[in-house]
């Protein structure tokens, strides 16, 4: 009998790739793959809980239960029912937040430096005179007269969307209101003694973290966090250039679903913070803050990204920008404006400098290496004034993707491998049975498979060692027996998997030693090691020096600091002069370019050993 074809299927967003039968449907597959995809009516097609969304190759044709449920807009969107769906080639799944069952954990935590709250938005307490039959004078006249009164100069201007709620604004409130001004611009009409609102936002390439924040008190009154709608068009910031640059419309694609995700996590955050103060919506929402790397950047303010993609990889803007949140879509205060701050180079972007701003590096006086760890991982060293900095690609292996049961942080992860009494012991999130390996727990397995043998340190397997076995053509160590698991599956690592943590450590490391090389120093000079963003958050330090990702230093001098993107947003939209002092440090940044380094090739080549 012959095998059925078998196909991979990549479900976004939680990165995992499941191998499956064309007799098995996309159910199956997910729940093979340990995805916990709902399914409320046990498969049969009669709920819509299990919907998922097709964005590349073919399915079988809807199903008379699907066409019960869908119209044609949604299945001609890719909407169907994962139950009722079989594979008929290679797929890529999305899967809308709420057919997920169990959610993955991000992280949004991140230490800001305290700051003197300057924000660009302040309130403006009136009371003006209603109309009379002997006072005429138009709305906006009595808005710039009190304004007057209160000493604030003219001119002031009225944006349009601000202009067509002026007139039913004044009068809901007795004409006793607040008025947000920006820079003698009015941002937002509000009931008297609003609080007003400010939305920081650090985009990653996989994740996202949005902070809602009262721009009076500094307090940060709710936070979440999401993965990034992207990821179903491409892993990582080279597969969302190409899309964009070679799908019609792909730009504008990229950037609506970006700001729809963004527009959730917004009715999320004031639903949230409703908690603490019941008064609380998104139209006290006056000021935004958005980081992002270069591509996410571009993306997200539908700026074009081809030139991002060939060399010299130069980006169309890096100066500051401020854009109107209405033409982007984003829906908070009707006048109010985005802050982008610099970019420093193509693969160098704004979240970087949000980074060396929190983190105060920049303007510390011992040598320093700041790194954010990511899809896109961006180092800077700071020695004697200067700050290099570079990007390293170094791919979505730390997300589990491209590793044979790798996924991403959600619950049923193994987190964290260790040898305990010269055995093996596993920890996963949330301590359920593994089904997979995030990018803390591959890293972990790969420096216990070197501290027993299994390995050399080329991250070739040790062929006469007991724990190697042979499947067909491929060498693996067995991790996790089936018979433990919470998939019914062996939880191993091929030589596969070693190799894309090898090209993902080696692209990190060659960058801190080039940059150590350029300034003429050695990495025992180095006092203190940041290590910021998600992943880097949760990595074991020692195993990750182990692996040779990171320099073999005093575990002392590392510091694991979070969110540190999103702590430097949080900082520039609280204080003018915090967008001042990120401005002059992305000036400051000196960048080198890794492809075009003259020693890179063999600086490499020299990384991907153990």
């Known amino acids: ?359 105060g590096i920049s303007f510390a006086t011992k040598t320093s290496i700041a790194i954010d760890i990511g899809t896109n991982t961006e180092i800077t060293l700071a020695h004697n004034n200067q700050l290099l900095s570079c990007s390293c690609a170094s791919g979505p292996a730390f997300e589990g993707a491209h590793i044979q049961a790798g996924m991403r942080a959600a619950p049923g992860a193994i987190e964290r491998v260790q040898i305990i009494h010269g055995e093996l012991r596993i920890q996963t999130i949330d301590n359920l049975d593994p089904v997979g390996l995030c990018g803390s727990g591959i890293l972990d397995a790969i420096a216990c498979m070197l501290d027993i043998g299994v390995l050399d340190h080329r991250g070739s397997f040790i062929l006469d060692h007991p724990s190697v076995r042979q499947t067909g053509p491929k060498r693996e160590f067995l991790l996790v027996d089936h018979k433990k698991t919470g998939n019914g599956r062996d939880l191993v690592v091929s030589r596969q998997d070693i190799n894309e943590i090898q090209l993902a450590k080696g692209a990190i490391r060659a960058g801190i030693e080039i940059l150590l090389e350029y300034a003429g120093i050695s990495a025992e000079m180095v006092e203190e090691f940041i290590i910021a963003g998600a992943f880097g958050t949760y990595i074991n330090i020692p195993s990750a020096i182990r692996i040779g990702m990171l320099p073999a230093l005093p575990l002392i001098r590392f510091h694991q600091v979070g969110n540190a993107a999103g702590a430097g947003a949080r900082q520039m939209l609280l204080s003018l002069e915090q967008r001042r002092l990120a401005e002059e440090i992305a000036k400051r940044v000196h960048y080198i370019e890794l492809s075009t380094y003259p020693n890179f090739a063999n600086i490499f080549s020299k990384s991907l050993f153990m």
């Open 1 to 359: 009998m012959q095998n059925k074809p078998e196909h991979t299927i990549i479900f976004q967003p939680v990165g995992r790739r499941v191998i499956s039968e064309s007799r098995s449907s996309v159910l199956n597959a997910a729940q093979d793959g340990g995805i916990a995809l709902a399914s409320i009516c046990g498969g049969v097609g009669i709920c819509d809980s299990c919907k998922i969304r097709l964005l590349h190759g073919k399915l079988t044709d809807p199903t008379l239960e699907e066409k019960a449920l869908f119209s044609e807009g949604e299945f001609q969107a890719g909407f169907r029912l994962a139950c009722q769906s079989f594979p008929l080639s290679d797929l890529t799944i999305e899967i809308p937040p709420e057919s997920l069952t169990a959610p993955q954990r991000l992280q949004i935590e991140g230490q800001a430096q305290s700051v003197q709250l300057d924000p660009p938005v302040i309130p403006i307490e009136l009371d003006i005179p209603e109309p009379t039959i002997t006072d005429l004078r138009a709305d906006t006249m009595r808005v710039k007269d009190s304004l007057v009164q209160k000493g604030i100069p003219l001119p002031v201007e009225f944006k349009y969307l601000v202009l067509k709620t002026i007139s039913p604004l004044l009068r809901a409130n007795n004409w006793h209101v607040s008025l947000a001004m920006r820079k003698g611009s009015i941002v937002a009409i509000l009931p008297s003694k609003s609080p007003l609102l400010g939305l920081a936002v650090d985009v990653g390439t996989t994740k996202l973290a949005a902070y809602l924040c009262d721009l009076g008190t500094g307090t940060i009154l709710a936070k979440t966090g999401a993965m990034n709608p992207q990821t179903g068009f491409g892993e990582d910031v080279i597969s969302r250039i190409s899309y964009s640059n070679n799908v019609s419309d792909g730009n504008k694609v990229l950037q609506s679903r970006l700001i729809d995700t963004l527009n959730e996590a917004i009715e999320e955050l004031c639903l949230n913070a409703r908690t603490l103060n019941p008064i609380l919506n998104s139209d006290q929402i006056v000021e935004a803050v958005v980081v992002g790397n270069t591509a996410m950047h571009h993306l997200f303010a539908g700026l074009p990204v081809h030139q991002l993609g060939v060399a010299p990889y130069v980006p169309a803007v890096s100066e500051p920008l401020e854009l109107d949140a209405h033409i982007i879509g984003l829906k908070i205060a009707p006048g109010a404006k985005i802050h982008l701050p610099s970019n420093i180079a193509g693969y160098v972007g704004a979240d970087h400098v949000a980074m060396l701003l929190s983190t």
